[in-house]
Nanobody
Framework: QVQLVESGGGLVQAGGSLRLSCAASGRTWTGYSMGWFRQAPGKERDFVAG????????YYSNSVKGRFTISRDNAKNTVLLQMNSLKPEDTAVYYCAAGGATVLRVRGTVDYWGQGTQVTVSS
């Protein structure tokens, strides 16, 4: 199994930046795609960004493309989400995700979830 622990959430003003990190462990983590999802109050958990094992392929939701960047350092068992130009609409609980599928764009492709970290963007 895979264990995921997120950190880096917090309160930031609109236009600011935050960097989320996800520490991964487990015997089956090698070769997994990784991603980030988010869930705002009263809404479903939606895809934000994804990355394949080698880091050569990244993909994003249209709402964050150009502002967020996902990366990974497999030697350190870490996945990062750099969030710039934050907007109040980005306020949500952000979840790290892992799965054996090549692409993690929908919840059904995710095998493991982190506990979530709160990101709040004030206007």
């Amino acid at each position: 199994q895979v264990q995921l622990v997120e950190s880096g959430g917090g309160l930031v003003q609109a236009g600011g930046s935050l960097r989320l990190s996800c520490a991964a462990s487990g015997r089956t983590w090698t070769g997994y795609s990784m991603g980030w999802f988010r869930q705002a109050p009263g809404k479903e958990r939606d895809f934000v960004a994804g990355i394949n094992w080698s880091g050569t392929y990244t993909y994003y939701s249209n709402s964050v493309k150009g502002r967020f960047t996902i990366s990974r350092d497999n030697a350190k068992n870490t996945v990062l989400l750099q969030m710039n130009s934050l907007k109040p609409e980005d306020t949500a609980v952000y979840y790290c995700a892992a799965g054996g599928a090549t692409v993690l764009r929908v919840r059904g492709t995710v095998d493991y979830w982190g506990q979530g970290t709160q990101v709040t963007v004030s206007s």
